[in-house]
Protein backbone atom coordinates (compact mmCIF):
# COMPACT_ATOMS: atom_id res chain seq x y z
CA UNK A 1 0.00 0.00 0.00
CA UNK A 2 1.06 3.19 -0.46
CA UNK A 3 1.07 5.99 1.53
CA UNK A 4 -0.47 9.23 0.33
CA UNK A 5 1.43 12.72 1.17
CA UNK A 6 -0.97 15.07 3.07
CA UNK A 7 -2.56 17.43 0.61
CA UNK A 8 -1.54 21.25 0.55
CA UNK A 9 -2.44 22.53 -2.53
CA UNK A 10 -1.07 25.83 -3.61
CA UNK A 11 -3.77 27.96 -4.07
CA UNK A 12 -4.45 30.68 -7.01
CA UNK A 13 -2.45 33.70 -6.26
CA UNK A 14 -0.03 31.94 -4.09
CA UNK A 15 3.52 31.34 -4.73
CA UNK A 16 4.40 28.27 -5.98
CA UNK A 17 7.85 28.30 -3.90
CA UNK A 18 4.74 28.11 -0.47
CA UNK A 19 6.64 26.22 2.28
CA UNK A 20 4.54 23.63 2.26
CA UNK A 21 6.09 21.23 5.22
CA UNK A 22 6.22 24.24 6.91
CA UNK A 23 2.46 24.37 7.70
CA UNK A 24 1.69 25.82 10.93
CA UNK A 25 0.13 23.14 13.39
CA UNK A 26 1.75 20.20 11.18
CA UNK A 27 1.69 16.90 13.35
CA UNK A 28 3.19 13.60 12.36
CA UNK A 29 5.76 12.41 9.76
CA UNK A 30 6.21 12.39 5.87
CA UNK A 31 6.46 8.93 4.79
CA UNK A 32 9.94 7.94 3.29
CA UNK A 33 8.51 7.11 -0.48
CA UNK A 34 11.47 5.43 -3.08
CA UNK A 35 9.22 4.99 -5.73
CA UNK A 36 10.41 7.65 -8.34
CA UNK A 37 7.16 7.98 -9.90
CA UNK A 38 5.50 8.39 -6.48
CA UNK A 39 8.26 11.11 -5.70
CA UNK A 40 7.68 12.96 -8.32
CA UNK A 41 4.14 12.94 -8.42
CA UNK A 42 3.73 13.74 -4.46
CA UNK A 43 6.77 15.77 -3.53
CA UNK A 44 8.71 18.92 -4.06
CA UNK A 45 12.11 19.55 -3.27
CA UNK A 46 13.29 22.49 -0.86
CA UNK A 47 15.51 23.69 -3.82
CA UNK A 48 13.72 25.39 -6.79
CA UNK A 49 14.80 25.13 -10.32
CA UNK A 50 16.32 28.38 -11.04
CA UNK A 51 19.45 28.14 -8.99
CA UNK A 52 22.71 29.33 -10.46
CA UNK A 53 24.84 26.09 -9.76
CA UNK A 54 26.85 25.17 -13.03
CA UNK A 55 24.80 22.38 -15.44
CA UNK A 56 26.06 19.36 -14.69
CA UNK A 57 26.69 19.95 -10.39
CA UNK A 58 26.02 17.17 -8.01
CA UNK A 59 25.76 19.43 -5.12
CA UNK A 60 21.80 20.11 -6.11
CA UNK A 61 21.28 16.53 -7.03
CA UNK A 62 21.92 15.42 -3.41
CA UNK A 63 20.76 18.32 -1.23
CA UNK A 64 16.91 17.11 -3.19
CA UNK A 65 17.49 13.87 -2.86
CA UNK A 66 18.15 14.67 1.12
CA UNK A 67 14.80 16.76 0.71
CA UNK A 68 12.57 13.86 -0.23
CA UNK A 69 13.88 11.97 3.10
CA UNK A 70 12.81 15.19 5.48
CA UNK A 71 9.95 13.66 7.52
CA UNK A 72 8.54 17.32 7.85
CA UNK A 73 9.56 20.75 9.34
CA UNK A 74 12.63 21.55 8.31
CA UNK A 75 14.93 24.52 8.79
CA UNK A 76 18.31 24.30 6.62
CA UNK A 77 21.94 25.43 8.04
CA UNK A 78 24.34 26.73 4.69
CA UNK A 79 28.08 27.68 5.02
CA UNK A 80 29.21 29.74 2.31
CA UNK A 81 30.29 28.02 -0.68
CA UNK A 82 29.09 27.15 -4.25
CA UNK A 83 26.00 25.96 -2.94
CA UNK A 84 25.22 28.99 -1.29
CA UNK A 85 26.48 31.51 -3.47
CA UNK A 86 25.01 30.04 -6.51
CA UNK A 87 21.68 30.02 -5.01
CA UNK A 88 20.87 32.79 -3.44
CA UNK A 89 21.61 35.84 -5.39
CA UNK A 90 19.96 38.49 -3.97
CA UNK A 91 16.96 39.45 -4.22
CA UNK A 92 16.08 36.07 -5.27
CA UNK A 93 16.46 32.47 -3.09
CA UNK A 94 16.18 29.01 -4.35
CA UNK A 95 14.94 27.63 -1.22
CA UNK A 96 11.92 26.56 0.04
CA UNK A 97 11.72 26.01 3.39
CA UNK A 98 13.68 28.86 5.97
CA UNK A 99 17.49 28.82 5.43
CA UNK A 100 20.18 30.70 7.33
CA UNK A 101 23.66 31.13 5.42
CA UNK A 102 26.35 31.66 8.04
CA UNK A 103 29.88 32.36 8.01
CA UNK A 104 32.41 29.47 6.10
CA UNK A 105 33.67 28.48 9.49
CA UNK A 106 30.65 28.26 11.94
CA UNK A 107 27.31 26.09 9.81
CA UNK A 108 27.62 23.59 12.90
CA UNK A 109 27.80 26.52 15.63
CA UNK A 110 24.84 28.11 13.76
CA UNK A 111 23.09 24.69 13.74
CA UNK A 112 23.27 24.17 17.33
CA UNK A 113 22.14 27.46 18.51
CA UNK A 114 19.35 27.21 16.21
CA UNK A 115 18.35 23.52 17.89
CA UNK A 116 19.23 25.25 21.12
CA UNK A 117 16.01 27.44 20.65
CA UNK A 118 14.11 25.05 19.28
CA UNK A 119 13.89 23.26 21.84
CA UNK A 120 13.87 26.27 24.48
CA UNK A 121 10.41 26.98 22.53
CA UNK A 122 9.11 23.63 22.62
CA UNK A 123 9.55 23.49 26.28
CA UNK A 124 7.77 26.50 26.73
CA UNK A 125 4.74 25.21 24.93
CA UNK A 126 5.84 28.35 21.92
CA UNK A 127 6.37 25.64 18.93
CA UNK A 128 3.57 24.95 16.71
CA UNK A 129 5.40 21.81 15.36
CA UNK A 130 5.53 18.35 16.87
CA UNK A 131 9.16 18.28 15.80
CA UNK A 132 11.58 20.93 13.47
CA UNK A 133 14.62 19.39 11.87
CA UNK A 134 17.92 21.24 11.21
CA UNK A 135 19.65 20.20 8.78
CA UNK A 136 23.32 21.83 7.60
CA UNK A 137 24.56 21.90 4.21
CA UNK A 138 28.53 22.09 3.86
CA UNK A 139 30.99 21.69 1.48
CA UNK A 140 34.25 20.55 2.22
CA UNK A 141 36.25 23.40 2.86
CA UNK A 142 33.85 24.31 5.25
CA UNK A 143 33.92 20.61 6.92
CA UNK A 144 37.52 19.24 6.33
CA UNK A 145 38.88 22.27 7.23
CA UNK A 146 37.72 25.88 8.20
CA UNK A 147 34.22 24.52 9.94
CA UNK A 148 35.76 21.27 11.52
CA UNK A 149 36.12 22.94 15.19
CA UNK A 150 32.12 23.73 15.00
CA UNK A 151 31.44 20.55 13.74
CA UNK A 152 33.71 18.69 16.50
CA UNK A 153 31.77 21.15 19.07
CA UNK A 154 28.29 20.55 17.75
CA UNK A 155 28.98 16.89 17.47
CA UNK A 156 30.30 16.65 21.58
CA UNK A 157 27.72 18.70 22.89
CA UNK A 158 25.36 16.44 21.07
CA UNK A 159 23.11 18.66 19.26
CA UNK A 160 20.01 16.95 17.59
CA UNK A 161 20.89 17.78 14.23
CA UNK A 162 22.14 16.60 10.86
CA UNK A 163 25.35 17.67 8.83
CA UNK A 164 25.37 16.85 5.39
CA UNK A 165 28.83 17.61 3.79
CA UNK A 166 28.93 18.07 0.26
CA UNK A 167 32.32 17.03 -1.06
CA UNK A 168 33.43 18.00 -4.24
CA UNK A 169 36.78 17.73 -2.77
CA UNK A 170 38.43 21.40 -3.57
CA UNK A 171 37.46 24.82 -2.59
CA UNK A 172 35.29 24.97 -6.02
CA UNK A 173 33.62 28.17 -5.32
CA UNK A 174 36.53 30.41 -5.06
CA UNK A 175 38.80 28.91 -8.12
CA UNK A 176 39.63 25.24 -7.08
CA UNK A 177 41.76 25.23 -4.30
CA UNK A 178 42.65 21.96 -2.18
CA UNK A 179 41.14 21.03 0.62
CA UNK A 180 41.64 18.97 3.47
CA UNK A 181 38.78 16.82 1.34
CA UNK A 182 40.91 16.69 -2.07
CA UNK A 183 42.45 13.24 -3.01
CA UNK A 184 46.25 12.82 -3.05
CA UNK A 185 47.63 13.00 -6.60
CA UNK A 186 44.69 15.80 -7.92
CA UNK A 187 45.53 18.54 -9.83
CA UNK A 188 43.93 22.21 -8.37
CA UNK A 189 44.97 25.53 -8.54
CA UNK A 190 46.66 25.36 -5.45
CA UNK A 191 48.03 21.46 -6.06
CA UNK A 192 49.01 21.94 -9.58
CA UNK A 193 50.23 18.50 -11.65
CA UNK A 194 53.76 19.22 -13.62
CA UNK A 195 57.19 18.98 -13.68
CA UNK A 196 57.64 19.78 -9.92
CA UNK A 197 54.18 18.14 -8.03
CA UNK A 198 52.54 15.57 -9.19
CA UNK A 199 49.13 17.39 -8.04
CA UNK A 200 48.38 17.17 -3.78
CA UNK A 201 50.56 15.09 -2.44
CA UNK A 202 49.01 14.03 0.66
CA UNK A 203 45.80 11.80 1.04
CA UNK A 204 42.12 13.34 1.95
CA UNK A 205 41.31 13.32 5.24
CA UNK A 206 38.75 10.40 6.33
CA UNK A 207 36.22 12.74 7.84
CA UNK A 208 33.45 10.57 8.17
CA UNK A 209 35.71 7.98 10.43
CA UNK A 210 36.89 11.31 12.22
CA UNK A 211 33.48 11.79 13.15
CA UNK A 212 33.06 7.54 14.38
CA UNK A 213 35.60 8.56 16.68
CA UNK A 214 33.31 11.04 18.34
CA UNK A 215 30.58 8.30 19.06
CA UNK A 216 27.78 10.07 17.65
CA UNK A 217 24.22 8.44 17.06
CA UNK A 218 25.30 7.78 13.04
CA UNK A 219 27.69 8.64 10.74
CA UNK A 220 27.37 7.22 6.64
CA UNK A 221 28.89 7.89 3.69
CA UNK A 222 26.18 8.46 0.22
CA UNK A 223 27.19 8.78 -3.10
CA UNK A 224 24.26 10.28 -5.45
CA UNK A 225 24.47 7.72 -7.59
CA UNK A 226 22.65 5.32 -5.07
CA UNK A 227 20.13 7.78 -4.92
CA UNK A 228 17.76 5.28 -2.22
CA UNK A 229 20.56 4.44 -0.07
CA UNK A 230 21.25 8.07 -0.11
CA UNK A 231 17.98 8.82 1.00
CA UNK A 232 17.66 6.36 3.82
CA UNK A 233 20.64 7.46 5.07
CA UNK A 234 19.34 11.19 5.53
CA UNK A 235 16.22 9.70 7.25
CA UNK A 236 17.92 7.60 9.56
CA UNK A 237 20.23 10.54 10.25
CA UNK A 238 16.73 12.43 11.09
CA UNK A 239 15.51 9.99 13.08
CA UNK A 240 18.45 9.69 15.82
CA UNK A 241 18.09 11.88 18.70
CA UNK A 242 21.64 13.45 18.56
CA UNK A 243 24.03 14.38 15.87
CA UNK A 244 23.93 12.39 13.03
CA UNK A 245 26.85 13.16 10.07
CA UNK A 246 26.31 12.53 6.53
CA UNK A 247 29.68 12.36 3.81
CA UNK A 248 27.93 12.55 0.40
CA UNK A 249 30.79 12.51 -2.82
CA UNK A 250 29.83 15.71 -4.76
CA UNK A 251 31.12 15.49 -7.93
CA UNK A 252 31.95 18.93 -9.68
CA UNK A 253 32.42 18.80 -13.26
CA UNK A 254 34.33 22.29 -13.48
CA UNK A 255 36.79 21.05 -10.55
CA UNK A 256 37.27 17.75 -11.52
CA UNK A 257 37.32 18.29 -15.37
CA UNK A 258 34.65 15.66 -16.29
CA UNK A 259 32.22 15.99 -19.04
CA UNK A 260 28.67 17.21 -17.87
CA UNK A 261 27.16 14.65 -18.50
CA UNK A 262 29.20 11.95 -16.67
CA UNK A 263 28.47 13.58 -13.43
CA UNK A 264 26.45 10.63 -11.79
CA UNK A 265 28.80 7.76 -13.84
CA UNK A 266 31.71 9.41 -12.22
CA UNK A 267 30.06 8.86 -8.96
CA UNK A 268 29.22 5.00 -10.02
CA UNK A 269 33.19 4.89 -10.72
CA UNK A 270 33.83 6.26 -7.30
CA UNK A 271 31.93 3.40 -5.41
CA UNK A 272 32.57 0.56 -7.87
CA UNK A 273 36.28 1.30 -7.40
CA UNK A 274 35.90 1.23 -3.77
CA UNK A 275 37.61 4.70 -4.26
CA UNK A 276 34.47 6.07 -2.09
CA UNK A 277 32.34 2.95 -0.17
CA UNK A 278 29.18 3.47 0.80
CA UNK A 279 28.80 2.37 4.40
CA UNK A 280 27.02 3.82 7.84
CA UNK A 281 28.07 3.30 11.45
CA UNK A 282 25.86 3.54 14.68
CA UNK A 283 27.38 2.37 17.92
CA UNK A 284 25.25 -0.46 18.28
CA UNK A 285 26.08 -2.05 14.93
CA UNK A 286 29.38 -0.78 14.31
CA UNK A 287 30.26 -0.28 10.54
CA UNK A 288 28.01 -1.39 7.88
CA UNK A 289 28.38 -1.76 3.70
CA UNK A 290 25.54 -0.36 2.53
CA UNK A 291 23.83 -0.29 -1.35
CA UNK A 292 25.93 -0.42 -4.46
CA UNK A 293 29.28 -1.05 -2.34
CA UNK A 294 27.58 -3.99 -0.23
CA UNK A 295 27.05 -5.74 -3.89
CA UNK A 296 31.06 -5.44 -4.30
CA UNK A 297 31.57 -6.68 -1.01
CA UNK A 298 29.12 -9.92 -2.23
CA UNK A 299 30.90 -10.05 -5.78
CA UNK A 300 34.12 -9.27 -5.45
CA UNK A 301 33.96 -9.39 -9.56
CA UNK A 302 32.28 -6.11 -9.63
CA UNK A 303 35.36 -4.14 -8.35
CA UNK A 304 36.58 -1.54 -10.45
CA UNK A 305 40.09 -0.69 -11.06
CA UNK A 306 40.45 2.61 -9.65
CA UNK A 307 41.97 3.60 -13.00
CA UNK A 308 38.23 3.58 -14.45
CA UNK A 309 37.49 6.35 -11.66
CA UNK A 310 40.34 8.62 -12.83
CA UNK A 311 40.82 8.16 -16.61
CA UNK A 312 37.17 10.48 -17.09
CA UNK A 313 38.67 12.94 -14.63
CA UNK A 314 41.27 15.71 -16.35
CA UNK A 315 42.30 16.52 -12.67
CA UNK A 316 43.91 13.42 -12.65
CA UNK A 317 45.09 13.28 -16.61
CA UNK A 318 48.82 13.08 -15.48
CA UNK A 319 48.52 9.77 -13.48
CA UNK A 320 47.67 7.98 -17.07
CA UNK A 321 51.23 9.50 -18.45
CA UNK A 322 53.69 6.53 -18.82
CA UNK A 323 56.17 8.23 -16.14
CA UNK A 324 53.24 8.28 -13.62
CA UNK A 325 51.99 4.55 -13.77
CA UNK A 326 54.02 3.71 -10.41
CA UNK A 327 51.43 7.29 -8.57
CA UNK A 328 48.47 5.14 -10.58
CA UNK A 329 49.49 2.13 -8.91
CA UNK A 330 50.13 3.09 -5.44
CA UNK A 331 46.74 4.94 -5.38
CA UNK A 332 45.60 1.57 -6.21
CA UNK A 333 47.76 -0.19 -3.49
CA UNK A 334 46.13 2.84 -0.95
CA UNK A 335 42.44 1.86 -1.85
CA UNK A 336 42.52 -1.58 -1.83
CA UNK A 337 44.13 -1.28 2.03
CA UNK A 338 41.29 1.07 3.10
CA UNK A 339 38.25 -1.43 1.76
CA UNK A 340 40.22 -4.01 2.95
CA UNK A 341 39.93 -2.77 6.14
CA UNK A 342 36.52 -1.80 5.98
CA UNK A 343 35.47 -5.40 4.99
CA UNK A 344 37.24 -6.38 8.24
CA UNK A 345 35.74 -4.02 9.88
CA UNK A 346 31.92 -4.90 8.62
CA UNK A 347 29.49 -6.30 10.56
CA UNK A 348 27.28 -7.53 8.15
CA UNK A 349 29.83 -9.00 5.47
CA UNK A 350 31.15 -12.41 5.90
CA UNK A 351 34.81 -12.96 5.40
C1 LIG B 1 36.84 32.91 6.79
C2 LIG B 1 36.70 32.83 5.32
N1 LIG B 1 37.75 32.50 4.56
C3 LIG B 1 37.63 32.42 3.23
C4 LIG B 1 36.44 32.69 2.64
C5 LIG B 1 36.34 32.61 1.14
N2 LIG B 1 35.61 31.44 0.71
C6 LIG B 1 34.29 31.47 0.48
S1 LIG B 1 33.68 30.02 -0.06
C7 LIG B 1 35.21 29.33 -0.04
C8 LIG B 1 35.43 27.91 -0.51
C9 LIG B 1 34.41 26.99 -0.01
O1 LIG B 1 34.83 25.68 -0.26
P1 LIG B 1 33.91 24.49 0.13
O2 LIG B 1 33.50 24.57 1.54
O3 LIG B 1 34.60 23.24 -0.27
O4 LIG B 1 32.60 24.72 -0.74
P2 LIG B 1 32.48 24.72 -2.35
O5 LIG B 1 32.70 26.12 -2.81
O6 LIG B 1 33.48 23.78 -2.88
O7 LIG B 1 31.07 24.28 -2.61
C10 LIG B 1 36.17 30.23 0.42
C11 LIG B 1 37.61 29.96 0.57
C12 LIG B 1 35.35 33.02 3.44
N3 LIG B 1 34.14 33.24 2.94
N4 LIG B 1 35.50 33.10 4.78
S1 LIG C 1 32.04 24.84 -9.50
FE1 LIG C 1 31.60 22.66 -9.18
S2 LIG C 1 30.58 22.50 -7.16
FE2 LIG C 1 30.52 24.66 -7.83
S3 LIG C 1 28.52 24.88 -8.86
FE3 LIG C 1 30.05 24.39 -10.46
S4 LIG C 1 30.01 22.14 -10.66
FE4 LIG C 1 28.98 22.68 -8.71
MG1 LIG D 1 34.29 22.11 -1.93
Redesign the pocket.
Known amino acids: MVQKLPEVPIKKGEPAYKLWIFEPGWKGELPLITNPRQLAEQKRPILLPGHRLCAGCA?PIIIKLASFAFRGPTIVVN?????EVATTIFPYTSWAVPWIHN???NSAATASGVEAALKALKKTGRLPYDHVDVVVF??????FD?GFQSLSGMAERGHDVLYIL?D?E?????GI?R?GGTPKYAWTTTSPAGKVLPGKTQHKKPIAEIMVAHRIPYVATAAPVDWMDLMKKVRKGLEVNGPAFIHALSSCDRGWRHDTSLTIEVTRRAVLSCYFPLWEWTPEEGYRITGLSLNVARNPRLKMPIEKYVEIQGRFKHLLKPENRHLLKELQEYVDAVWEDLLNRATNVKR
Open positions: AATGCVAFEAGDGGTIYNAYMNTQS
